[in-house]
């Protein structure tokens, strides 16, 4: 059941990446990402703490993202936009809107701050892993040409 999960989060972010023109080598990589978070959010199910499990797993695809950028000498932010993917919290905004428009006060709280809380542990799961990789990788300078 994981694996079949991963494959449809494969197949999704292949379908947004072609939406926004990636292709070949890059798209498949890129995709795989996102079917490697998912797995690492899933596998960290035995915590019970699904912000905490969504922290994980963008720091895992954070990390895939940044590896990958070096290998195949492209912005990491290519790798790291379509394998977010999965984990982006849609249900959790659809929800709070929902709650706001009928007016159930409480709900919309609840759910409102468990969505911001998600978002926040996507947001810090790439902070923390692109500032350990610009912390411990030289500054990037141009080729001198004489």
Same mark, same amino acid.
């Given at each position: ?6 494959? !449809? ?16 080598k890059t ?10 978070? !998912? ?96 912390i411990g ?10």
């Amino acid at each position: 059941m994981v694996f079949l999960q991963c494959i !449809w989060a494969f197949l999704a972010c292949i379908a947004f990446g072609l939406v926004y023109s990636m292709r070949g080598k890059t798209l498949l990589i890129a995709s795989l990402g996102g079917a490697l978070g !998912w797995f690492v959010y899933l596998i960290f199910n035995f915590l019970n703490r699904d912000i905490l499990q969504f922290f994980i797993a963008t720091v895992a695809t954070a990390i895939y993202s940044e590896i990958m950028a070096r290998l195949l000498k492209k912005p990491a932010t290519e790798f790291q936009i379509v394998a977010l993917l999965p984990m982006v919290p849609g249900g959790g905004i659809f929800y709070t809107m929902e709650y706001c428009v009928i007016g159930n006060d409480e709900m919309f709280m609840k759910t409102g701050l468990h969505t911001l809380g998600i978002a926040g542990a996507l947001a810090m799961g790439i902070l923390l892993v692109s500032s350990l990789f610009r912390i411990g990788t030289p500054p990037y300078s141009e080729p001198k040409h004489e």
